[in-house]
């Protein structure tokens, strides 16, 4: 229509430009805009009035000519609008007129401006040129009129058409919807006659429920009804999730919208949270790989805890390995080092084990060459058996000094001393008398004694603690010379003891032999110059001799914690010099040495070799029997000890297990564990078998009873191990545990439980599964003996000859008989007899004879294990 308008209105400018001369309305087209970008062209008009005169008469009658344009008008311009619109505004045109007159000078006619300006002037006939222009504009002008007609009529069709269109769309529309109702109307149909059928069925089925679901399946299978179910579904879910997001709205509050929101956001939230989780974790697992591999060192036993230090994994995975292979331990439980290494492997890491030595590595210097060795004194230890003389025989030597006496003699008690002779020759005498030190020094490895003097009472002869000493000596390879004592005494019989000796292999130089014997006497002084000449000539024999120019080494002959001076320990050099200053290393100590204090008492700057000497400076006491050595550096001393304190602290963590069977039960409590370990060692595979039977059948709701090891033979130091290691106590069935497992057992806390009737041992274990452990009856260990002959005596027939090698042998007590380590027979002695008479007990180094009641097969060697029993009512811990 707008378009219309705008063809209508474009006409008569293009006209009115055309007819230029007749124009009466100046029009023009102003475009009009509107918001949004609309515009609209629309026409304005400027109303002039037309003088129309003919020469002179022309100015006579302007009124004329007033009326005139409109008839003049009304005949030359068709166009109606335009002319209405003019006649009503003459006021005005005459107004301008006036002043348009005088304006008009200009001769030329054919402008109309020109024209208009010489107003008045002629009254023109139309030209030919005019009126041909006249004539095309009419035509133009019909022209337009039909194309607007035909334009008109053809929108009015058009109009028809798109009318008809929508008619038609709108019917068909409606004919769909009808179809759709229609068609929805008998899907409902089809449905509830579905269900209707379906619940129908199972009714009648219901008794038979699986012909019900044959039945079902059958369905399923059916070509016809499946299609049918099928339209039923599928088209039927979009109206349920449209109804109930209709619903929903509806019932959309502001609560309820906040809530969706936040709902919404916390579930995004988390749905970050857990793509982070899973992100991190996942780049943990690739993380994994990556993990640093570390050489872990892995003593000899080592706590869980520490391995998973030392290989910086959490202990729970320790654990769970562990658990893997059935093992369940607690954290502070130790394992082995192949356990260890078991698990370090398994996570990965490179394994390093070490033993003691690999850390003492370079600790002890290599040996010296021969000539740099020097002669040394003489390291000299006094055994015997007690009440011999040793002391005595010390203390006497001691004086022989040549400083003793003055003042500077050996003052001190330091646990050894060096006499100085009268001939500038030098002897260490170790101020600890008796086998024991010798022995436990032997033990730790360290071999101080050149020579023993072995005091032997002349009025006493050879004793147990003589033979033992000797025993002691020999298997130190260490050379003996006898100084028989008491030589003062009248009844000191010197042959005699000689004699003695050789029974026992020690056969003195009167008697062809080597071994040099010396009379003396403690108390008178008797000889001790001869013990003294002896001891040299002994040591010349031996050559012995070490390297003063070195740094030192020694043994800890004594250690103690003095209240005034801190950690002392005696040190007895053995090579090298030990100075002021030095900084050593001695068992899990180290320290600077701060002051050497001599056997007189005296601050002295170095110890040579032989020399005994108390250290000061050392962090800890350390033990007699320790290793000391001077090191380069504190970080080395550093490095030494800590590893030894460590290996220290491993084995007390090991010891520190409470494995008692009463203890384990109540650790098992606190545990929450249901199970008990138990290590089994019998005297013969069968009941071995038979008490792991008997021990697998007890559980109880609480515990049961699970046997970790079990074996035939006596109860070893690696059963021990074992016990402790996983904190269950030993069963000895018929067997005994050997010295090395004993200690180990006593030193862990591990108990030992002997039992010679399986059932006294099922019931035991029984009552302790179900936590009413009866009194228990506990053995009181007496003493051991053994057997070094049998006699056969008419009367009473076998007799055992026997040494008491332990503790005491009582009469009355039980005994068992014990044959490498296995309980033979278990009973009374019928018998107890020192020399010929009968007696109560026997002590320890004693020999006696021993009989059992209603027992002959004792054999030499035989061990004699003496025992009371006490019942000691159990309490609950
Ligand atoms: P230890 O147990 O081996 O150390 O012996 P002791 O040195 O304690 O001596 C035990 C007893 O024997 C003491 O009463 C000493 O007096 C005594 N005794 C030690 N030596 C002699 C000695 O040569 N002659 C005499 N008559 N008695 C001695």
Known sequence: MTDQADTSERKPKTGGKTLSLKRTVESGHVRQNFSHGRTKTVVVEKKKSRTLKTGAAAAEEPAKAKKAPAAAKAAEEPAPAAVEAEAPKPAKKKAEAPAAAPAAAAPAAKEKPASRARSGVVLRTLTEEEKQARALALDSAREREGEDRRRAEEEARRFADEDARRERERTEAAARATEEAARLAAEQTTRSRAADEAKRRLDTDAPAGRVATKDLKADEGDDDEKPKRGAGHTPAKPPVARRTEERRRGKLTITKAFDDEGERQRSLASMRRRVERERKKHMGIQEAPQKIIREVVIPEIITIQELANRMAERAVDVMKILMKQGIMLKITDVIDSDTAQLVAEELGHSVKRVAESDVEEGLVGEDDTTETKKPRAPVVTVMGHVDHGKTSLLDALRKTDVAAGEAGGITQHIGAYQVNLSSGARITFLDTPGHAAFTSMRARGAKVTDIVVLVVAADDGVMPQTIEAINHAKAASVPVIVAINKMDKPEADPARV???????????????????????????????????????????????????????????????????????????????????????????????????????????????????????????????????????????????????QRVQRDKRVGTGGRTSLDQMLSQLKEQDKKELPIVVKADVQGSAEAIVQALEKLGTDEVTARVIHVGAGGVTESDITLATASGAPVIGFNVRANAQAREAARQAGVEIRYYSVIYDLVDDIKAALSGMLSPELRETFLGNAEILEIFNISKTGKVAGCRVT????????????????????????????????????????????????????????????????????????
């Open 498 to 644: 000689k004699n003695e000796l050789l029974q026992h292999e020690i056969v003195v130089e009167d008697f062809g032999g080597d071994v040099l014997a010396v009379p003396i006497s403690a108390k008178t002084g008797m000889g001790l110059d001869k013990l003294e000449e002896t001891i040299l000539l002994q040591a010349e024999l031996l050559d012995i001799r070490a390297n003063p120019d070195r740094a030192a080494e020694g043994i800890i002959v004594e250690a103690k914690l003095d209240r005034g001076r801190g950690p002392v320990g005696t040190v007895l050099v053995q090579r090298g010099t030990l100075r002021v200053g030095d900084i050593i290393v001695a068992g899990a100590e180290w320290g600077r040495v701060r002051a050497l204090i001599n056997d007189r008492g005296e601050n002295v700057m170095s110890a040579g070799p032989s020399e005994p000497v108390e250290v000061l400076g050392l962090g800890g006491a350390p033990e007699a029997g320790d290793v000391m050595s001077v090191v380069e550096s504190e970080t080395r001393a550093r490095e030494v000890t800590e590893y030894r």
């Open 806 to 877: 332990e503790g005491v042998v009582r009469r009355g007590s039980s005994v068992r008989l014990i044959r490498d380590d296995v309980v033979v027979h278990e009973g009374k002695l019928s018998t107890l007899k020192r020399f010929k008479d009968e007696v109560k007990e026997v002590q320890s180094g004693q020999e006696c004879g021993m009989a059992f009641e209603n027992y002959q097969d004792m054999r030499k060697g035989d061990v004699i294990e003496c025992f009371d029993v006490e019942v000691v009512k159990r309490s609950l811990a």
